[in-house]
Protein backbone atom coordinates (compact mmCIF):
# COMPACT_ATOMS: atom_id res chain seq x y z
CA UNK A 1 0.00 0.00 0.00
CA UNK A 2 3.40 2.37 0.27
CA UNK A 3 3.08 5.31 -1.92
CA UNK A 4 -0.44 4.28 -3.28
CA UNK A 5 -3.80 6.63 -2.36
CA UNK A 6 -5.61 5.71 0.97
CA UNK A 7 -9.56 6.23 0.33
CA UNK A 8 -10.45 8.32 3.18
CA UNK A 9 -14.34 7.21 3.16
CA UNK A 10 -15.06 11.03 2.73
CA UNK A 11 -16.16 11.79 -0.75
CA UNK A 12 -14.58 15.49 -0.43
CA UNK A 13 -11.79 14.70 1.22
CA UNK A 14 -8.42 15.70 -0.63
CA UNK A 15 -7.07 12.90 -2.35
CA UNK A 16 -4.14 11.26 -0.02
CA UNK A 17 -1.68 8.59 0.13
CA UNK A 18 0.72 7.12 3.30
CA UNK A 19 4.09 7.66 2.77
CA UNK A 20 7.09 6.17 4.70
CA UNK A 21 10.45 7.91 5.50
CA UNK A 22 13.95 6.72 7.25
CA UNK A 23 13.14 10.37 9.27
CA UNK A 24 16.38 11.33 11.36
CA UNK A 25 17.23 7.37 11.24
CA UNK A 26 14.18 6.15 12.18
CA UNK A 27 11.29 4.55 10.64
CA UNK A 28 8.50 6.52 9.92
CA UNK A 29 4.87 6.60 7.84
CA UNK A 30 1.81 8.60 7.59
CA UNK A 31 -1.14 9.84 5.86
CA UNK A 32 -0.36 12.75 3.93
CA UNK A 33 -2.55 14.66 1.32
CA UNK A 34 -1.14 14.55 -2.24
CA UNK A 35 -1.34 18.69 -2.24
CA UNK A 36 1.00 18.87 0.78
CA UNK A 37 4.31 20.25 0.52
CA UNK A 38 6.90 18.15 2.66
CA UNK A 39 7.95 21.06 4.67
CA UNK A 40 4.20 20.88 5.94
CA UNK A 41 4.03 17.14 6.41
CA UNK A 42 7.17 17.48 8.07
CA UNK A 43 5.26 19.88 10.08
CA UNK A 44 1.82 18.69 10.75
CA UNK A 45 1.94 14.72 9.95
CA UNK A 46 5.33 13.95 11.48
CA UNK A 47 5.42 16.90 14.64
CA UNK A 48 8.79 17.99 13.54
CA UNK A 49 8.60 21.51 13.80
CA UNK A 50 12.46 22.43 14.06
CA UNK A 51 11.85 22.83 10.40
CA UNK A 52 10.11 26.45 9.93
CA UNK A 53 8.08 27.98 7.21
CA UNK A 54 9.34 31.23 6.04
CA UNK A 55 8.68 32.18 2.81
CA UNK A 56 7.14 29.08 1.12
CA UNK A 57 8.44 29.23 -2.31
CA UNK A 58 11.80 28.63 -2.06
CA UNK A 59 13.38 31.97 -1.14
CA UNK A 60 14.35 32.00 2.86
CA UNK A 61 16.08 28.92 3.64
CA UNK A 62 14.22 28.10 6.77
CA UNK A 63 12.92 25.12 5.78
CA UNK A 64 16.12 23.56 4.62
CA UNK A 65 16.36 19.88 5.26
CA UNK A 66 18.75 16.99 3.92
CA UNK A 67 16.55 14.84 1.69
CA UNK A 68 19.10 11.34 1.02
CA UNK A 69 22.53 13.09 2.00
CA UNK A 70 21.67 16.51 -0.09
CA UNK A 71 20.57 19.87 1.47
CA UNK A 72 16.58 20.75 0.54
CA UNK A 73 14.40 23.16 0.99
CA UNK A 74 11.47 21.41 2.28
CA UNK A 75 8.92 23.66 0.64
CA UNK A 76 9.96 22.82 -3.22
CA UNK A 77 9.36 19.80 -2.43
CA UNK A 78 5.75 17.87 -2.90
CA UNK A 79 5.79 15.16 0.35
CA UNK A 80 4.93 12.70 -1.96
CA UNK A 81 7.55 12.73 -3.60
CA UNK A 82 10.16 12.06 -1.22
CA UNK A 83 7.90 8.93 -0.28
CA UNK A 84 10.93 6.46 0.63
CA UNK A 85 13.55 8.83 1.47
CA UNK A 86 15.88 9.22 4.29
CA UNK A 87 15.39 12.55 5.54
CA UNK A 88 17.08 14.43 8.33
CA UNK A 89 14.93 17.41 10.25
CA UNK A 90 16.84 19.60 12.60
CA UNK A 91 15.64 17.28 15.54
CA UNK A 92 18.19 14.69 13.66
CA UNK A 93 20.95 17.08 13.93
CA UNK A 94 22.44 16.94 17.34
CA UNK A 95 25.04 14.30 18.29
CA UNK A 96 23.61 10.89 19.10
CA UNK A 97 23.67 11.07 22.84
CA UNK A 98 21.86 14.41 22.21
CA UNK A 99 24.48 16.71 23.45
CA UNK A 100 25.11 19.64 20.88
CA UNK A 101 26.92 18.54 17.71
CA UNK A 102 30.74 20.50 17.09
CA UNK A 103 28.49 22.59 14.22
CA UNK A 104 25.82 23.47 16.74
CA UNK A 105 28.65 24.47 19.72
CA UNK A 106 30.02 26.96 17.09
CA UNK A 107 27.04 28.56 16.86
CA UNK A 108 26.45 28.81 20.62
CA UNK A 109 30.25 29.93 21.37
CA UNK A 110 29.42 32.66 18.41
CA UNK A 111 26.00 33.73 19.67
CA UNK A 112 24.93 33.22 15.99
CA UNK A 113 21.35 33.01 16.72
CA UNK A 114 18.83 35.66 17.85
CA UNK A 115 15.39 34.73 17.44
CA UNK A 116 16.10 31.37 15.85
CA UNK A 117 14.21 31.03 12.94
CA UNK A 118 16.52 31.09 10.33
CA UNK A 119 19.09 28.59 12.40
CA UNK A 120 17.92 24.90 11.41
CA UNK A 121 18.37 26.29 7.77
CA UNK A 122 21.94 27.85 8.44
CA UNK A 123 23.34 24.81 10.75
CA UNK A 124 21.62 22.49 7.56
CA UNK A 125 24.02 24.51 4.82
CA UNK A 126 26.66 25.12 6.77
CA UNK A 127 27.20 21.41 7.51
CA UNK A 128 26.64 20.89 3.82
CA UNK A 129 29.91 23.07 3.21
CA UNK A 130 31.95 21.96 5.60
CA UNK A 131 31.84 18.43 4.35
CA UNK A 132 33.20 20.18 1.31
CA UNK A 133 35.41 22.27 2.20
CA UNK A 134 38.11 22.01 5.30
CA UNK A 135 38.83 25.78 5.75
CA UNK A 136 36.49 27.75 3.78
CA UNK A 137 37.39 31.44 3.31
CA UNK A 138 34.82 34.18 3.87
CA UNK A 139 33.71 34.27 0.67
CA UNK A 140 33.20 30.88 0.03
CA UNK A 141 30.80 31.00 3.46
CA UNK A 142 29.26 34.20 2.53
CA UNK A 143 28.09 32.69 -0.96
CA UNK A 144 27.33 28.95 0.41
CA UNK A 145 24.91 31.29 2.59
CA UNK A 146 23.19 32.89 -0.11
CA UNK A 147 20.10 31.45 -0.14
CA UNK A 148 19.63 31.47 3.36
CA UNK A 149 17.79 34.64 5.05
CA UNK A 150 18.27 35.81 8.50
CA UNK A 151 15.94 38.07 8.71
CA UNK A 152 17.80 39.46 12.19
CA UNK A 153 20.64 40.12 10.37
CA UNK A 154 23.15 38.14 12.29
CA UNK A 155 25.11 37.45 9.57
CA UNK A 156 28.41 38.60 10.65
CA UNK A 157 28.28 36.05 14.01
CA UNK A 158 26.84 32.98 11.82
CA UNK A 159 29.84 33.71 9.32
CA UNK A 160 32.88 33.88 12.13
CA UNK A 161 30.48 30.48 14.00
CA UNK A 162 31.36 28.63 10.28
CA UNK A 163 34.89 29.03 10.27
CA UNK A 164 35.22 28.67 14.05
CA UNK A 165 33.31 25.22 13.37
CA UNK A 166 35.52 24.51 10.48
CA UNK A 167 38.74 25.50 12.09
CA UNK A 168 37.91 23.35 15.33
CA UNK A 169 37.47 20.34 13.20
CA UNK A 170 41.05 20.98 11.25
CA UNK A 171 42.16 20.83 15.01
S1 LIG B 1 10.00 28.34 3.53
FE1 LIG B 1 11.18 27.18 2.13
S2 LIG B 1 12.67 28.53 1.36
FE2 LIG B 1 11.39 29.77 2.63
S1 LIG C 1 18.32 34.69 14.08
FE1 LIG C 1 16.37 35.51 13.66
S2 LIG C 1 16.05 35.03 11.58
FE2 LIG C 1 18.08 34.54 11.92
Known amino acids: MNGLPQPSGDPDAPPSRRIRLVLNGGEADELIEDRMLLVHALR ?7 THVGCNNGDCGAC ?3 IDGRIAKSCLVMAAAADGCSITTIEGLADPDGSLSPLQEAFWDQDAVQCGFCLPGHLFVAR ?3 DRERDPSEEQIRTALTGNIC ?6 NIVEAIRVAAER ?3
Open 44 to 50: DRFGLTG
Open 151 to 156: RCTGYT
Open 169 to 171: ARG
Open 128 to 130: DLL
Open 64 to 66: TVE
